[in-house]
């Protein structure tokens, strides 16, 4: 069953860049802790763009409900600072800015 939902959830993501995507994974996902960390773990594991593209459903998520990304702002710490792929740190940051933590390259704040 969670294949099926990460494969699902990954065809989604493959499509395009548009906020229009990134808002059908949102509404997918709503308040589901698993649902959530599918998006978060190809945020980490998958290359560009699917890495951007799950890093912005991150944020998007987040900004509804900052109870899903509790659990992951440590990784985020990671994230943040080894972290090349365009558009996935800038994200994760926004992340961080809503939970009142500020991150500067490698020092936190």
């Known amino acids: ?3 099926n939902i ?12 548009s ?6 994974l949102v509404d997918k996902i709503r308040n ?10 190809f945020c980490i594991s998958k290359p560009y763009p699917i890495s ?3 890093a912005r459903v991150i944020q998007l998520c987040s900004e509804k409900n900052t109870k899903l990304i509790e659990p992951f702002l440590n990784n985020l710490i990671s994230i943040i600072i080894e972290t090349n792929v365009e558009g996935v ?3 994760c940051r926004k992340n961080y800015q ?3 933590i500020f991150v500067n ?3 936190i704040y």
């Not at 906020?19 to 059908?24: L, Q, S, V």
């Not at 589901?32 to 773990?41: R, S, W």
């Open 52 to 54: 951007m593209r799950a």
């Open 89 to 91: 740190n800038p994200h």
């Open 105 to 107: 390259n490698s020092s």
């Open 19 to 24: 906020r229009a995507i990134a808002d059908i």
């Open 98 to 100: 809503k939970q009142e």
């Open 6 to 17: 990460e494969n699902h959830f990954l065809e989604i993501l493959k499509t395009d860049s």
């Open 1 to 3: 069953m969670q294949e």
């Open 32 to 41: 589901n802790h698993k649902y959530f960390q599918i998006i978060f773990n």
